[in-house]
């Protein structure tokens, strides 16, 4: 029996609706990167003495921007992407001191958290690959994301020390400025849209930091941009953030984990889309490494 490649695109996808709603988002998407690298090359000539001696300058001025324009991805300027946040954290929220951990289903849902963290200039954990994409690289790094080098063992998912190192050095860096950090502990994008196992690097930097947890639930974006599609598509992704809290004393890594995975999938329920028969914990790894120690 044949078994049908579902990462294949669908005929379906290619109508034309479909294809001007692409043309369109790809369109708003390399104007935007373009203008943000602009920005950042007068930023380098205007104040190039500054940046060399100032590490909080360099964040700022970097990042913020940068994250001003991954939210004009999915705001008014979008018009076919809707993004509904159906739990907010409570009004006047301080997050420092904060990691967010969320379920990780589409390459658009970095730029939908960052929606609704952008004004926080938040500090994305990801794979350093990333840092190596033309001009999207330099605007990264410039912005001092996080990066996570991946090797070929394990599958893909070997993490040298030296590597492993780095990022925790870095996000230690960036919490003690009191800039929330952002993890997908699943590892990488669910082909399945299951809620897979969690990697517990970063949760145990939490147990080690005091670092307040902060669960996020997303659903959705998977349809929009889609790892089976060579197109994007109109639609909605709903987002909805958890009650924060801290480890207790005593509290183990895997059981930390395991908790924010619970509150994750208990938001997941509740979605107005939520599917039972696809919506589920699974008890797998992800097979492939994307993000994530």
């Not at 840092?131 to 993490?159: H, M, R, T, Y």
């Not at 699943?186 to 949760?203: A, D, P, V």
């Not at 059981?255 to 939520?274: G, H, N, S, V």
């Amino acid at each position: 029996m044949e078994i049908a490649d579902t990462n294949k695109p669908k005929k379906s996808d290619f109508s034309i609706v479909g294809i001007l709603v692409s043309v369109y988002i790809s369109i708003v998407l390399v104007l935007l990167i373009l203008i943000a690298f602009v920005f950042d090359v007068i930023v380098i000539i205007l104040f190039f003495p500054i940046l060399l001696y100032s590490r909080r300058f360099r964040l700022a001025i970097f990042g913020y921007p940068l994250k001003f324009f991954m939210k004009l991805v999915v705001s008014w300027i979008n018009p076919f992407w809707n993004i509904k946040v159906l739990k907010k954290l409570k009004k006047g929220y301080n997050p420092s001191n904060s990691i967010v951990f969320s379920n990780h289903l589409s390459s658009l849902d970095a730029w939908v958290i960052n929606y609704t963290w952008y004004k926080y200039n938040i500090k994305f954990i990801c794979k350093g690959s990333l840092f190596k994409l033309p001009i999207c690289g330099q605007l990264i790094a410039l912005s001092d994301e996080i990066p996570i080098a991946f090797g070929k063992g394990k599958g893909g998912w070997e993490v040298s020390k030296e590597a492993k190192e780095k990022a925790m050095r870095l996000a230690k860096e960036f919490n003690d400025l009191h800039y929330p950090l952002m993890v997908f502990p699943e590892g990488t994008r669910s082909k399945t849209g299951k809620l897979q196992m969690f990697k517990m690097g970063f949760f145990k930097f939490a147990i080690e930091n005091n670092m307040e947890i902060i669960p996020c639930a997303l659903h959705g974006s998977d349809k929009l941009w889609s790892l089976s599609s060579l197109l994007f598509k109109r639609g909605t992704v709903y987002v909805s953030y958890g009650e924060p809290f801290r480890p207790t004393p005593g509290m183990t890594v895997p059981e930390l984990a395991e908790k924010t995975r619970q509150i994750i999938f208990e938001m997941i329920k509740e979605f107005p889309d939520y599917n039972p028969n696809v919506d589920q914990i699974s008890m797998e790894y992800a097979e492939a490494r994307e993000q994530g120690i």
